[in-house]
């Protein structure tokens, strides 16, 4: 049973470009969870996503970051216009009803800014 | 200041039993975890307590919860090389499962 599965694992991007970031749940799993590190820190909640909604985005930036989780397909994280300060890596988490108070991370995408 | 604190660091001789302590603010939390980081890698969930526990054990890992002083630590006995990377204390409050972290502690095990 695979688990939580993060692609890029490291991406680069210029200043204005976009980026966005995949993630699949673990099988079975139908919530997702978006996490941030910014360097030396811990990990900080942007958003908690079910299929087709979103749940609560209360870490979200208000400005340039989304967050989808359609029925079909990975979760994508996506930040418009990145600037240096997105550098960072961005952790998904899944879980299931079954899976209860238990979320399982992915290995992290590693945005780099230049 | 941060809901969930820990120290930044620990350093311990490889054998020694590592405690790193945390704490949290909120007394309404449920759920209290330990989560390892090793380099370049994702979170690994090590153990967890429900708030209404006072301790537990498994294998050379023991957390222990003071909900009076809003303290949790975990404790690992005959800490090896391996042991080496950053710890992470996070706590869920509520219906919700949605753990708040802490900065994480360094953990370095040296010979």
């Keep these: ?114 | 200041g941060e809901d969930v604190e820990q120290s930044l660091f620990l350093s311990v001789r490889e054998g020694d039993s590592s405690v790193i302590n945390c704490t949290y603010t909120d007394s309404s939390s449920t759920y209290l975890y330990w989560y390892k980081q090793e380099p370049g890698a994702g979170l690994q969930l090590l153990t967890y307590i429900f708030s209404n526990m006072d301790m537990k054990q498994d294998q050379r890992l023991t957390v222990l919860l003071n909900k009076k002083d809003k303290h949790l630590s975990l404790r690992i006995a005959d800490t090896q090389t391996g042991d080496s990377a950053i710890y992470f204390c996070a706590e869920s409050i509520g219906g919700s499962y949605i753990p708040t972290f802490g900065r994480g502690t360094s953990l370095i095990v040296h010979p």
Excluded at chain 1, 51 to 59: L, M, Q, V
Excluded at chain 1, 97 to 102: A, I, K, M, W, Y
């Design chain 1, 1 to 114: 049973n695979a688990g939580v599965m993060q692609n890029p694992r490291h991406l680069v991007r210029r200043r204005g470009q976009e980026a966005r970031l995949r993630c699949s749940p673990m099988k079975g799993h139908s919530h997702v969870y978006w996490y941030r590190q910014l360097p030396e820190e811990g990990l900080k909640f942007m958003v908690y996503l079910q299929k087709e909604n979103i749940i609560d985005e209360s870490g979200m930036p208000k400005e340039r970051f989304s967050a989808e989780f359609p029925k079909e397909g990975p979760s994508i994280l996506r930040i418009q216009q990145v600037v240096r300060g997105d550098s960072a890596a961005y952790f998904c988490a899944s879980s299931s009803q079954e899976s209860g108070n238990t979320i399982y991370f992915g290995e992290g995408s590693w945005l780099t800014v230049v």
